[in-house]
């Protein structure tokens, strides 16, 4: 039984006046807002069931739009300089909470711990709702052909993870670069008795938008997942049933200089370990010669 005479419970991670943290509302509330101050730069419709790659640079914008009705898009995000620095799900739950919206930040990857894109602009605002769920989910990843054979005994190759994985192979990465993802327009939550997983249909309309602010170059690859509006369950009792799958459009964006006055890409994290080595490692005083062999084993 929890003790009654503890205190509440408080966020663990909490951000100070000026943190990185916190996306300054000064700064990102009219990148997200003034759309007279933007260009169109890149546009396409990633097909249904389908995966799609594109590069992003540092101060622009990309945009996610249900275009034909609700359909949930699973997102990875990599450095396009080094893609050994991606996106990290989990430390941005415990930054901002297992569901995202404007304001809040990706952040990467170790050693590099920054932020990757800030979210300006999220038209469903959805909040939490009765069931205790959000929408734009964290606590979950893509759907994949492992899970799916693994629960269904069929193979099926148009999961997320499969759909990432072709729209990365031109980028040269292969199936070990894709990563927990973002599930864009996405309700999820835990149920109450024992945190298990679950989904409710989405509540995207015709015309809603998600949009990210490249806080440095980036990597970003979306698939339309084959789940659709998740409407129907996706496995166990009342699964089976036709999905109904809608494209996502991807707009990219340059944005007026006027709106990154002031505005740098953020550095890397500063930490380099004690005596300015990672983790405080260090090598041999004097370097041994190559021919001081050490013997192993008997003989």
């Known amino acids: 039984m929890p003790n009654a005479s503890q205190p509440s419970p408080q966020a663990s991670y909490v951000a100070r006046e000026g943190s990185p943290l916190a996306a300054d509302p000064a700064?990102?509330?009219?990148?997200?807002?003034?759309?007279?101050?933007?260009?169109?730069?890149?546009?396409?419709v990633i097909?249904?069931?389908?995966?799609r790659a594109?590069?992003?640079?540092?101060?622009?914008?990309v945009r996610f739009s249900t275009v034909d009705g609700p359909q949930v898009l699973d997102v990875n995000v990599w450095s396009l300089a080094d893609p050994r620095e991606r996106f990290w799900a989990?430390?941005?739950?415990?930054?901002?909470g297992a569901h995202v919206t404007a304001g809040d930040r990706l952040w990467s990857t170790l050693p590099f711990l920054r932020p990757l894109a800030t979210i300006v602009a999220d038209t469903l605002d959805y909040g939490i709702d009765a069931d205790g769920a959000g929408c734009h989910d964290l606590l979950g990843t893509r759907c994949d052909p492992y899970v799916n054979q693994l629960l269904s005994h069929t193979a099926y190759d148009l999961h997320c993870h499969s759909n990432l994985v072709r729209a990365i192979a031109p980028w040269g990465l292969t199936e070990f670069d894709v990563h927990d993802v973002i599930n864009v327009f996405q309700v999820t939550g835990l149920m109450p008795d024992d945190e298990r997983y679950f989904m409710k249909t989405c509540p995207a309309r015709v015309g809603d938008h998600f949009e990210l602010f490249a806080e440095i170059d980036l990597l970003v690859a979306a698939s339309t997942c084959p789940g659709g509006d998740l409407a129907l369950p996706v496995w166990g009792p009342g699964s089976g049933g036709e999905p109904n799958c809608n494209p996502v459009g991807v707009t990219v964006f340059r944005l007026d200089p006027r709106l990154l006055e002031g505005w740098s890409q953020p550095p890397r994290a500063a930490y380099r370990g004690a005596g300015a080595l990672r983790h405080g490692l260090r090598g041999p005083a004097a370097r041994p010669p190559l021919n001081e062999a050490v013997p192993v084993g008997g003989a």
């Open 27 to 44: 700064r990102y509330v009219p990148i997200g807002s003034d759309h007279d101050a933007r260009t169109r730069v890149h546009e396409e």
């Open 47 to 51: 097909p249904v069931r389908s995966g």
């Open 54 to 61: 594109f590069a992003v640079p540092a101060g622009h914008v």
């Open 90 to 96: 989990a430390r941005t739950r415990q930054f901002h």
